[in-house]
């Protein structure tokens, strides 16, 4: 046994009691034989009542599983983000309930005491999802990793063992919009993959909904680079040059081509426009003053004395 503090983070969103039921017993079996002390952080992200009722049952029974209860749905990352923020293990794993197998806990967390400050999750296999899901995620990776250089391992997943020097980095990081694959690239630091086959504690086909995905996908670009912007200007710019030469060419010849030049020139002009707009929405949500989650409860609370312990020792 380790002595060491880990801890797990683990959000909640759609989660059913008997899954969350499942995944804390299977974690405290394996981590309760691997570290002298741990810790499991469940972070409330709109998850279902009966699994909220369910999680405060469980308090009384597991003393060392805290429950951080956001104010509402904030999202995947924010919630993340919320338990890292509280979290105060020399080592910490995130993990998805429904998805992570708790069994790989003591494979991550020794990879990453001996070889790396992070070790992250790679799916083995996409067999589950839709053809043209999985065309959008080699699109996806193809994209932000060979075009716009993020260095986001394709099919990471959320799965991943950090040291207290990587958490202290990513919280150091504010911002309205946190996405953990993206910042532990960023922050550098040494990091190994691990492939793994992910679990299914529900039954159902684990696929983001396309628009939540389409959604993260486009954020994650934005949040991360201006090429789409820039590129579309410079292909408005060609595209004036080219439609200036054509114009030249036919001066004095009438309806020769123009309105399809002017209908091009009108969609690029829209491109240009709409993802302005986005990139300007985007720097006006990130400049705004305030939190990006707000906490609602938190039980069994790292700041809290519990009434039985005592501040001074007793003098014999």
């Known amino acids: 046994m380790i002595e060491s503090l880990l801890s797990i983070v683990a959000p909640l969103e759609q989660d059913t009691p008997a899954a969350v039921e499942a995944f804390v017993r299977e974690t405290v079996e ?11 952080i469940l972070v409330d992200d709109g998850a279902p009542e009966e699994t909220v009722g369910h999680v405060r049952a469980m308090l009384r029974e597991y003393d060392f599983v805290r429950f951080l209860r956001l104010s509402r749905h904030f999202g995947e990352e924010t919630a993340i983000a919320a338990g890292l ?15 992570d197998p708790p069994a790989l806990v003591p494979r991550f967390f020794e990879r990453a005491r001996a070889e790396a ?18 065309a959008g995620a080699r699109l996806f990776y193809w994209y932000i990793n060979s075009i716009v250089k993020a260095g986001i391992p394709r099919d990471s997943t959320q799965f991943r063992c ?13 911002g309205p919009d946190q996405y953990l694959r993206l910042l532990t690239s ?7 993959p691990l492939p793994y086959a992910p679990i299914n504690r529900t039954g159902e086909t684990p696929v983001r909904p396309k628009r939540e995905a389409v959604n993260l996908a486009r954020a994650m670009i934005m949040d991360h680079t201006t090429h789409p912007l820039r590129t579309v ?6 595209l004036a040059i080219v439609n200036l030469a054509i114009a030249l060419v036919h001066t004095g010849t009438a309806g020769n081509g123009a309105p399809l030049h002017d209908a091009a020139m009108f969609l690029v002009l829209a491109l240009m426009l709409a993802l302005v707009g986005e990139y300007v929405a985007g ?4 400049m705004r ?26 003098s014999t």
Do not use: C
Request: overall charge positive; charged content about 30%.
């Open 30 to 40: 394996v981590v309760r034989e691997l570290v002298s002390h741990y810790e499991i």
């Open 85 to 99: 923020d509280v979290a105060i293990g020399d080592y910490v794993i995130v993990m998805m309930p429904n998805t």
């Open 117 to 134: 400050d992070i070790v992250y999750g790679v799916r083995l296999h996409r067999k589950a999802e839709p053809v043209w899901y999985r």
């Open 162 to 174: 950090m040291s207290r020097q990587v958490v202290n980095a990513i919280t150091q990081i504010r």
């Open 186 to 192: 960023y922050i550098g630091f040494r990091k190994e």
């Open 233 to 238: 200007i410079w292909f408005g710019v060609l």
């Open 283 to 286: 720097l006006s949500r990130r």
């Open 289 to 314: 003053d305030r939190p990006a989650y707000y906490v609602r409860e938190e039980h069994t609370s790292s700041v809290l004395l519990r009434e039985e312990r005592k501040n001074v020792v007793q």
